[in-house]
């Protein structure tokens, strides 16, 4: 449900799509879901580690050849949308899920674009987070 409510429409690249403004930045309670399941303690350590990985998958991006790696970016994409999905970070996994969609047809000023989103989303939803 959550991909085809965020795809962009068929034929149409999905940096190219505008940004959605009423896009959400993130799921409210999906936190809480997470401190429900593991404890606070634990929710808490998970998530500092989500920020500490997601700041090097977002660095990472920056180094790959897109030519050379696009199978590569493809999957740490993937990991991306589905570690921000469990946080509920839903614009950073709508990106996340934009580059894996279309990373083997993406150039390189398409994927600079693309990876510039992700830096504001991660940005913003880490701004959301007091603890954070």
Known sequence: MFDAAFA????????TAP???????????????????????????????FW???S???????????????GRIAREAHSLKSTARTFGYLRLATLALRLESI??????????????QMDVAFTAAKAQEPQA
């Open 8 to 15: 962009p429409a068929p034929g149409v690249h999905a940096t």
């Open 52 to 54: 500490s990985d997601t």
């Open 56 to 70: 090097a998958r977002l660095e990472l991006f920056r180094t790959l050849a897109l030519g050379q790696h696009r």
């Open 19 to 49: 940004q959605r403004e009423l896009e959400p930045l993130r799921e409210a309670g999906a936190f809480d879901a997470l401190v429900r399941e593991i404890g606070e303690d634990g929710a808490c350590e998970v998530r500092a580690v």
């Open 103 to 116: 990373a083997d047809t993406l150039d390189d000023a398409e994927f600079g674009d693309l990876l510039q």
